[in-house]
Nanobody, 127 residues
Framework: QVQLVESGGGFVQPGGSLRLSCVFS????????MAWFRQAPGAEREFVAA????????VYGDAVKGRFTWSRDNAKSTVLLQMNSLKTEDTAVYYC????????????????????WGQGTQVTVSS
């Protein structure tokens, strides 16, 4: 079992920044994929970013490329999402997710491929 707890959401004006944190506990491996998704009201869950815990390629959703950055703090078992140049359309509940076993990079964007989810943290971008 893996437990995930997100934090760092809040209210910010367009053009501002936020940093989300996802603290995890439980057993993961180097092949585990650590991802961020988001879901706006009335919309489907959308892929934001992901990378395997061992490193390598980081994949970003088209809507956030160049503005968001996935990173990790090994010592604190934490995955981070730095969000810059925020837009009103970034408003959503943001979720951290873990895929326990190896999966090809092309499948990282599908929510159904993930085994564990956090409770989500609300991000609101508005003037």
């Amino acid at each position: 079992q893996v437990q995930l707890v997100e934090s760092g959401g809040g209210f910010v004006q367009p053009g501002g920044s936020l940093r989300l944190s996802c603290v995890f506990s439980g057993r993961i491996s180097g092949d585990s994929v650590m991802a961020w998704f988001r879901q706006a009201p009335g919309a489907e869950r959308e892929f934001v970013a992901a990378r395997s815990w061992s490193g390598g390629t980081t994949v970003y959703g088209d809507a956030v490329k160049g503005r968001f950055t996935w990173s990790r703090d090994n010592a604190k078992s934490t995955v981070l999402l730095q969000m810059n140049s925020l837009k009103t359309e970034d408003t959503a509940v943001y979720y951290c997710a873990v895929r326990a076993r190896r999966i090809i990079v092309g499948e990282w964007k599908r929510p159904s491929n993930y085994d564990y989810w956090g409770q989500g943290t609300q991000v609101t971008v508005s003037s």
